[in-house]
């Protein structure tokens, strides 16, 4: 079954971090790039970063860019993204994308809340 599965959403204060993870199952994530993307309450989606099947060439929206860090470990099959110094905008569904040409998996989406 071709799935991709994320993890370490949350509830953190503003300032915090998290480190959301994306495994992949059913196929080899390695050739695939790794998108994440992330959707607030009554706003539209957007892509947060994106990262090569290599991981040579990363790409961050500017609202993230110095904050976040996007990696993957192509031995694990998976694809992480590290958050650093949260703000409550940064509250949404996060999820992460494996796209390939003529191929597009997606996972179902991990919650994280900045709050105090």
């Known amino acids: 079954q071709t799935q991709l599965v994320e993890s370490g959403g949350g509830l953190v204060q503003p300032g915090g971090s998290l480190r959301l993870s994306c495994a992949a199952s059913g196929f080899s994530l390695g050739y695939y790039d790794i998108s994440w993307l992330r959707q607030a309450p009554g706003k539209e989606r957007e892509r947060v970063s994106c990262?090569?099947?290599?991981?040579?060439?990363?790409n961050y929206a500017d609202s993230v860019k110095g904050r976040f860090t996007i990696s993957r470990d192509n031995a694990k099959n998976s694809g992480y993204l590290q958050m650093d110094s949260l703000e409550p905008e940064d509250t949404a569904v996060y999820y992460c994308?494996?796209?390939?040409?003529?191929?597009?998996?997606w996972g179902q989406g991990t919650q994280v809340t900045v709050s105090s």
């Open positions: 990262i090569s099947s290599s991981g040579g060439s990363t």
């Open positions: 994308n494996a796209r390939l040409i003529g191929r597009e998996v």
